[in-house]
Structures are given as structure tokens and as C-alpha cells.
């Protein structure tokens, strides 16, 4: 497995992004991507994941203003984010793994991914 992110810069507070990941090797029909973002000094906070039958959760930090979203032809993965804070600057990353063998369903915890991308830098000003 393959991620490559992108789409991340600096903006302003109250305006939008959309980060991309570009997964290669991911498996047709059991797959979990998530994004994880990462602050100076903070510990990995996941952020949104989508699973492969296309049910999405996300963090409560960021709970209706952003939204995941794939390309399944071309296993592009995407996080959209709007009304962006100061708070919400950080490394975005992207992490893939299969469901969880026990329940069937994609982990929560940032631990139990094991594919990373690089990340790719966002940036909020005030």
C-alpha cells in the first residue's frame, strides 16, 4: 500500500480546503482510510475515516464541517474541511488498514493503522 497526500497550504480562518490521497495497493473490498491529522506538540488526533462499503465517521472536533469522500475508480481518497480554525492547523496524513478482524468495522485509534502517507501541511491563520 502506496498513499501519497496533497492539496495542503496556508489559508485564512472561515475558509475551506480539500486534501487528497492518492492510495495505491489498497484492497478492492476491505479497506479502511482515515485521516489523521497531527499538531506541533500534540499527540495524532484521527480526524475522519471511510471504509469500503462507504460509511464515514468523524472526530467531534470537526463533526459537520468536514467531510470524506473517495474516487473509487481511481482510489483517490479526499478530505474536505471548511470553516477552518487556527486549531485546526496540523500535518494531515492518511492512513489505510483493513477492518478490524473482531467487529468488521474500521479502527478509531490512530494505532491500529499500519499504511501512512508523508502528510501534507495545513496551515490556519487567525
Known amino acids: 500500500v502506496h498513499l501519497v497526500e496533497s492539496g495542503g497550504g496556508s489559508v485564512q480562518a472561515g475558509e475551506s480546503l480539500t486534501l487528497a490521497c492518492a492510495a495505491e495497493?489498497?484492497?478492492?473490498?476491505?479497506?479502511?482510510l482515515s485521516w489523521i491529522r497531527q499538531a506541533p506538540g500534540k499527540e495524532r488526533e484521527r480526524v475522519a475515516t471511510?471504509?469500503?462499503?462507504?460509511?464515514?465517521s468523524y472526530a467531534n472536533s470537526v463533526k459537520g464541517r468536514a467531510t470524506i469522500s473517495e474516487d473509487k475508480a481511481n482510489k483517490i481518497f479526499y478530505l474536505q474541511m471548511n470553516s477552518l480554525q487556527p486549531e485546526d492547523t496540523a500535518t494531515y496524513f492518511c492512513?489505510?488498514?483493513?477492518?478490524?478482524?473482531?467487529?468488521?468495522?474500521?479502527?478509531?485509534?490512530?494505532?491500529?493503522?499500519?499504511?501512512w502517507g508523508q502528510g501534507t501541511q495545513v496551515t490556519v491563520s487567525s
Open positions: 495497493g489498497v484492497a478492492y473490498n476491505n479497506y479502511c
Open positions: 492512513a489505510a488498514d483493513g477492518v478490524l478482524p473482531l467487529t468488521g468495522h474500521c479502527s478509531t485509534k490512530v494505532s491500529d493503522y499500519g499504511y
Open positions: 471511510l471504509d469500503s462499503l462507504g460509511s464515514t
